[in-house]
């Protein structure tokens, strides 16, 4: 398992560090390092994620399908309950018509979790001053010795370097990272799923997930770096605004986000249709009139035969 770990976190040190150092001489005109540097894990956070964004979209979408393929996934589990195997079978069938994945939700934090292990391996080695792929030695030993709200990125709960401001820092990050946890996957459940998925098997794990996750982060958080709990409450705050963005523009029909959306299309619609009306009339201060019509040419009167044989002429009418 270290092997296989190893061979897997070296090219990510290379890339970690390489998008890490760039990040700080984009901010090293800053004079105080520790803020450059802090800035710096901010721009690594928002370089990876957008890396990231086919991803995350593909998972919002296979979560959106798999909420609406609930009722019928209800109906398979009941038509085959006694049959496990069938079960299975009819289920894969379903998912693969629906061109959805159970697990294609825990897709971006599997791909995110390597590279979060990877960059709490590489600040820790910045710690001691011991540089790892482009991050030099004496890069790492700026990093360890930079200082950052009062405390060092480095620093956590269970090594704070003596420094006293930690003990303050750090549990604040753990209650930011813990509570966008939380709110990031309330925001699925509360605004993009429709009552009826929020009855089934897949909501109910969601539920459950929801509540999980943020204590089992939070627990393990006390021994992660500043710099560390930074770049996971940072990836945090950009997955709320992704997802904001993908529901507000792409809710699944029936939710609560799309009783908005259609809310919003038809007031726009209505909008619309005022302009529209409006804009037709010509306008002169502020009342509108209507623009003069075209003078109309006089059609000659068609003469009787008996007017054409005495030579007659049709009489013209006399204005009142």
Not at 50 to 61: D, F, G, H, N
Not at 125 to 146: E, I, P
Not at 264 to 288: I, L, P, Y
Request: hydrophobic letters at 45%.
């Amino acid at each position: 398992m270290g092997a296989l770990f190893h061979a897997i976190a070296l090219p990510l040190y290379w890339v970690i560090s390489g998008i890490l150092v760039l990040w700080h001489k984009i901010f090293a005109f800053l004079p105080s390092e520790g803020w450059a540097w802090a800035l710096a894990i901010v721009g690594l956070t928002v370089t990876i994620r957008a890396l990231l964004i086919p991803v995350m979209v593909k998972q919002i979408k296979s979560m959106r399908n798999m909420q609406l393929i609930q009722p019928q996934m209800k109906a398979v589990q009941e038509k085959y309950k006694h049959d496990r195997e069938r079960m299975s079978q009819e289920m894969m069938k379903l998912y693969k018509d629906n061109g959805t994945n159970p697990f294609a939700s825990c897709l971006p934090i599997l791909i995110q979790m390597p590279i979060f292990f990877s960059l709490f391996a590489l600040l820790r080695h910045a710690v001691q001053g011991h540089g790892n792929g482009f991050l030099s030695d004496s890069a790492a030993a700026s990093f360890g010795q930079s200082h950052w709200l009062g405390t060092l990125l480095g620093a956590s709960l269970t090594n704070t370097h003596g420094y006293h401001s930690t003990q303050i820092i750090a549990p604040v990050l753990v209650v930011l990272m813990t509570l966008t946890q939380f709110l990031t996957s309330r925001q699925i459940l509360t605004k993009n799923m429709p009552p009826a998925a929020m009855t089934g098997q897949y909501a109910q794990q969601q539920k459950i997930m929801m509540y999980v996750l943020p204590v089992v982060f939070s627990v393990g958080s006390f021994g992660f770096p500043i710099g560390l709990m930074l770049y996971w409450t940072v990836s945090n705050l950009w997955t709320m605004g992704q997802q904001y963005v993908v529901i507000k523009a792409s809710p699944t029909p029936g939710s609560p986000a799309a009783i908005a959306k259609e809310k919003r299309d038809r007031e726009k619609a209505a909008q619309k249709g005022a302009v529209a009306t409006t804009s037709s009339a010509v306008f002169n201060g502020e009342e509108a009139v209507e623009a003069p019509r075209a003078a109309q040419r006089a059609q000659p009167k068609r003469q009787t035969k008996a007017q054409r044989q005495s030579g007659t002429k049709t009489p013209k009418k006399k204005d009142d």
